[in-house]
């Protein structure tokens, strides 16, 4: 028998357990979710330590994700689990970064613009990521080195149980698109903007002054880069880890790039602060030069 042929069908095996159980914890965490998000009256709005809002939503899709992804064995850091001290993860070989409900003030609004974010740690490198978007049944998939993927309609459910064929099946490849757009699109956030983002979308705007700005909330941001419906995004406010990790290999499998905003370097993960730098994502068809 030859090993290394064996031990390379074991990888993709475990890869395909380890993607579709991220994705049905996802879409049991958005079930969670949404039962909330019909009953505003149930949202139970309370502020966190960091001055950031928090639903009983957040907290029902982290145990919903607990539970789910429990199974694997692998450690999971989530933005509503326990503070988990650096000593304790900063050897992990192998752990989930999860964020429950990333646009927690979207939810909150209204608006629909919010996420599941679930991925796949390897080396303090992403190997594997899902984003949901409940809301609009939108689920967004990248291997590290297999592609990024999108798969329409998959509605949020209590029950959630594909296999990794039965997503496979269904997905569509990522970007969409013929190419750029005749007029540069780019992204920010629509909650967290700066008098720096400000600046920054000046600077493009007297270079490019018919660009055209797109407001989006959550990591959808990232899905909306890796399509190809934008081509460019800027974030000159706080985020996290979880923030970013499944949306920032979406798209990179997707052709585009994210680095930091102060020195073009890329993102380094399970940090002793989990704080991001200032950022820009570029898609693969992203034009805009400064």
């Not at 899902?130 to 080195?145: H, L, N, S």
């Not at 660009?211 to 800027?234: H, N, P, R, T, W």
Request: hydrophobic content about 35%; glycine content about 6%; charged content about 25%.
């Amino acid at each position: 028998m030859n090993t290394q042929v064996t031990e390379i069908a074991m990888t993709r095996d475990i890869r395909a357990y380890l993607i579709a159980e991220a994705v049905n914890a996802a879409i049991k965490a958005g079930a969670e979710i949404m039962k909330i998000y019909k009953n505003a009256d149930d949202y139970d709005i309370s502020v966190k330590s960091d001055r950031t809002p928090i639903t009983v939503a957040d907290r029902l899709a982290h145990d919903k994700i607990k539970e789910a992804l429990g199974t694997t064995r692998i450690p999971i850091l989530s933005e509503e689990g326990r503070e988990m001290l650096y000593d304790e993860r900063r050897n992990w070989e192998m752990f989930w970064l999860v964020d429950p409900l990333d646009g927690t003030v979207e939810f909150i609004k209204g608006n629909n613009e919010f996420t599941v974010n679930i991925a796949l740690m390897q080396d303090n490198v992403c190997i594997g990521a899902v984003v949901y978007v409940p809301y609009y049944r939108k689920m967004y998939i990248g291997e590290r080195g297999h592609g990024a993927h999108f798969v329409p309609d998959m509605a949020p459910s209590a029950d959630a149980g594909y296999s990794y064929d039965d997503i496979v099946s269904a997905w569509k490849p990522l970007p969409f698109g013929s190419g750029p757009h005749p007029h540069p699109r780019v992204a920010v956030s629509r909650s967290h903007q700066t008098a720096e983002t400000a600046e920054f979308i000046e600077k493009i705007r007297r270079r490019y002054p018919d660009v055209e700005i797109v407001e989006q909330g959550s990591s959808y941001k990232f899905c909306m880069l890796a399509e190809g419906v934008v081509d460019y995004y800027v974030r000159t406010s706080a985020t996290y880890e979880w923030d970013t990790a499944a949306g920032e290999l979406i798209l990179a499998e997707a052709g585009g790039r994210t680095v930091s905003l102060d020195d073009g370097s890329e993102f380094r993960y399970n940090k002793e602060d989990l704080h991001n730098p200032w950022f820009e994502c570029r898609s693969c068809n992203c034009r805009i030069e400064l």
